[in-house]
């Protein structure tokens, strides 16, 4: 043994195995980085849910303003949205992303809004906080 070598098996140079407690600190590493990214992703479902929903109602909003257009008055409540099948879209463009069927009312009485056209949201309750309106920014 030369001078630079150490009787020491935790300091010598030619140390083949890892300690337990290297283990350890990898795999707890491995598990917090495990966690960050499923936290990251938890709910992506849901908010991917709700952009497509916002999308289906502004393309039922552009066939409601063409449907004004053409007929001079926007749907009754009692007529519903099916009155724009098929000329003005798709029978499966009438159901959200939860594949619920749109809210549709009108008219509602404000000249700003002369129709209210709304999802239920993830719950599928009306008149919560997690409905999403065409009105909404």
Do not use: H
């Amino acid at each position: 043994m030369n001078r630079f070598e150490s009787k020491n098996p935790f300091t010598s140079r030619n140390r083949r195995a890892f300690t337990l407690l290297e283990v350890m600190l990898v795999l707890l590493i491995i598990g917090a980085l495990a966690a960050a990214v499923a936290i990251n992703f938890a709910g992506a479902g849901e908010r991917a849910k709700g952009r497509t929903t916002k999308i289906g109602l502004n393309t039922l909003k552009s066939s409601l303003v063409e449907y004004s257009s053409d007929k001079g008055a926007y749907p009754t409540t009692a007529e519903g949205l099916v009155v724009l099948v098929p000329s003005y879209v798709e029978s499966k463009a009438l159901k959200d992303a939860w594949q619920r069927d749109y809210a549709y009312f009108s008219p509602t009485g404000d000249a700003a809004r002369p129709y209210d056209l709304f999802s239920m949201g993830p719950d599928g309750a009306p008149n919560t906080p997690d409905d999403i309106s065409v009105w909404d920014e």
